[in-house]
């Protein structure tokens, strides 16, 4: 008997593995799901370190927009055990000094109050305008942040981002890129940027769908990666 594959799965700033909820059982009828520790690492080569160290020898990697950055970090570190890879909602942007500087701001406010999950403002701008008042989504996602808390929030918050489009040639594994054509912390453009930089990699921008893929377009977006996961 066959065994299936491994799929190493990686969430985005403040999520875990309950943002694969609404898609886990379809992948998992063709993949070993295994969910990346980015929780205990204030670097991104930390972060992928950790990963490594607990993944299987050889897996599929899928990164969720700061996922993806580590996911790129894994590839560059490991390539031999990377068999496909899969860059979602996110970009090889490097973050400018002020958007670090406004993060600096936010750690520092963070500190000195009780954490209580995400702004109000940041989950509605994460999902699509037509899901801003859908409360069972927006619960779910702030379930995610409030489990946790605040010491993840802030090492989180303080990671620095390099660009990476220099290194995206060196990405040879079947990549499959997925944007979405309402994202407002993404854009379409970073995702054919990606797509372009590595060779031969499948973009894909799905209609009606903001930032939070896996749980705004569970469907769409696991018939995609079954696709990649078969090799198509």
């Known amino acids: ?25 379809r992948l998992s009828a063709a993949a070993e799901l295994h969910f990346g520790n980015l929780f205990e690492d204030d670097s991104i080569p930390g972060m992928a370190a950790r990963v490594l ?13 700061m996922g993806g950055y580590v996911a790129r970090e894994i590839v560059m570190t490991a390539p ?73 929030f802030i090492r989180q918050m303080g990671l620095a981002r390099q660009d990476g489009h ?10 499959l890129v997925v944007s979405c054509d309402q994202d407002r912390l993404r854009s379409v453009d970073e995702a054919r940027a990606l797509a372009n930089g590595i060779p031969d990699a499948r973009l894909e921008i799905m209609a009606d769908c903001g930032h939070m893929t896996p749980l705004e377009q569970p469907n769409v977006l696991a018939e995609l990666m079954l696709d990649w996961l078969a090799g198509a």
């Open 1 to 25: 008997m066959t065994s299936k594959a491994n799929l190493v799965l990686l969430p985005g700033f403040m999520c875990d593995h309950g943002l694969w909820d609404r898609m886990a059982a």
């Open 53 to 65: 160290s607990n993944a299987p020898e050889t897996f599929s990697l899928a990164g969720f927009s």
């Open 80 to 152: 031999e055990r990377v068999e496909r890879l899969a860059l979602m909602n996110t970009s090889a942007e490097g973050a400018s000094s002020e958007f670090l500087a406004r993060r600096q701001r936010m750690i520092e406010i963070t500190r000195d109050r009780p954490f209580t999950g995400m702004a109000p403002t940041s989950l509605r701008q994460a999902v699509h305008p037509d899901r801003a008042d859908d409360r069972p989504l927006l619960d779910h996602i702030q379930t995610m942040a409030r489990r946790l808390g605040k010491d993840v």
């Open 166 to 175: 220099a290194r995206l040639a060196e990405i040879t594994c079947p990549t």
